[in-house]
């Protein structure tokens, strides 16, 4: 499985940016995708999800307001649109994939290269 970011890139505070991910298998396949950001010296943290099949969406209190996970299963295709970005929403960005495994908690099976946004005036 193949999980490929893009759209990443330099923009200003309260410029808008959508991230897109491309898997290689169909998004039925996964459970749920979700994207993670790793800002500069910080550990990765979730930024949000969405299901595959109800697309019910989990947003990070940080982000919560100004980004929103979408997903288009015809073009396994999901998306992060980040609205008026921070200088603080600077990160690599990861999309992530995992699948149901049974009782227990969800945990990501496969992960993407990471897309870098920069936030600066």
């Known amino acids: 499985v193949q999980l490929q970011a893009s759209g990443g890139g330099v923009v200003q505070p309260g410029d808008s940016l959508r991230l897109s991910c491309a898997a290689s298998?169909?998004?039925?396949?996964?459970?749920?995708m979700g994207w993670f950001r790793q800002a500069p010296g910080k550990g990765r943290v979730f930024v949000g999800s969405?299901?595959?099949?109800?697309?019910?969406?989990v947003i990070a209190d940080a982000v919560k307001g100004r980004f929103t996970v979408s997903i288009d299963n015809a073009k396994n295709t999901f998306y992060l649109q980040m609205n008026s970005v921070r200088p603080e929403d600077t990160a690599v960005y990861y999309c992530?994939?995992?699948?149901?495994?049974?009782?227990?908690?969800?945990?990501?099976?496969?992960w993407g290269q990471g897309t870098l946004v920069t936030v600066s005036s």
């Open positions: 992530a994939a995992g699948r149901l495994k049974g009782p227990g908690p969800f945990t990501y099976d496969y």
């Open positions: 298998e169909h998004t039925y396949s996964f459970y749920i």
């Open positions: 969405i299901s595959t099949g109800g697309g019910n969406t």
